[in-house]
């Protein structure tokens, strides 16, 4: 995982290809850290602010995506640990957005 350093060069490495692209910037996280928009710390946050946008239930005929609906389909496509690391991300999410006032 590409790690922010003081000139925030290192962080703006794309995670996927290694390279450096045109719209590389750098992004905060809400710890404060400063992440390449291209990073996996970033495509993980972002990840999970979507899916923490997911209903937690529907109706039992519904076709609609929730939460545990996503994080299963995480889990079939990527494996048990991705769909924990995301929802480790979405259940720290979801404690810092109880802490507003």
């Known amino acids: 995982m590409g790690e922010s350093t003081d000139d925030g060069s290192a962080a703006l490495v794309c995670y996927g290809c ?3 692209h045109d719209s590389a910037r750098l992004m905060q996280l809400p710890d404060g850290r400063l992440v390449g928009n291209h990073s996996e710390e970033w495509r993980m946050y972002t990840e999970a602010k979507w899916a923490m946008a997911l209903p937690d239930r529907v109706g039992p005929r519904s076709k609609k995506l929730t939460k545990a ?6 889990q079939n496509a990527r494996g048990e640990r991705a769909a924990a690391e995301l929802r480790a991300v979405m259940v720290k999410l979801w404690q810092e957005a109880k802490r507003v006032p």
């Open 69 to 74: 609906r996503y994080l299963l389909e995480v």
């Open 18 to 20: 290694g390279k450096r």
